[in-house]
């Protein structure tokens, strides 16, 4: 059985840093598509990065330059690595896998930035 399991969220000040989590279990990364998605209250879930195999990232626009997207396939752990988080940055974050047909979601880790 396939798990994944965010975890590093928090509250934090515009500006701070936070690093996310997300282990897998019963899974080994390889070359498929995993990702980071965001969804803020109210607002659709949105993808904010994601990588292909071991180096191919994507990211979106509004984390273009402060966020990074990496893996340590050894350990099966994806993480997000979040710098100068803005107020805009508040959701809850899932991490994401997709191994066609199949599409494998934790459960989230709340991530809030204010003053």
């Known amino acids: 059985q396939v798990q994944l399991v965010e975890s590093g969220g928090g509250l934090v000040q515009p500006g701070e840093s936070l690093k996310l989590s997300c282990v897998a279990s019963?899974?080994?990364?390889?070359?498929?598509?995993t990702g980071w998605y965001r969804q803020a209250p109210g607002k659709q879930r949105e993808l904010v990065a994601s990588?292909?195999?071991?180096?191919?990232?994507f990211y979106a626009n509004s984390v273009e330059g402060r966020f990074t997207i990496f893996r340590d396939n050894a350990k099966n752990t994806m993480y997000l690595q979040m710098n100068n988080l803005q107020p805009g940055d508040t959701a809850k974050y899932f991490c994401?896998?997709?191994?066609?047909?199949?599409?494998?979601w934790g459960p989230g880790t709340q991530v809030i930035v204010s003053s």
């Open positions: 994401n896998v997709k191994d066609d047909p199949h599409d494998y």
């Open positions: 019963g899974y080994r990364f390889g070359n498929t598509v």
């Open positions: 990588m292909v195999g071991s180096f191919s990232t």
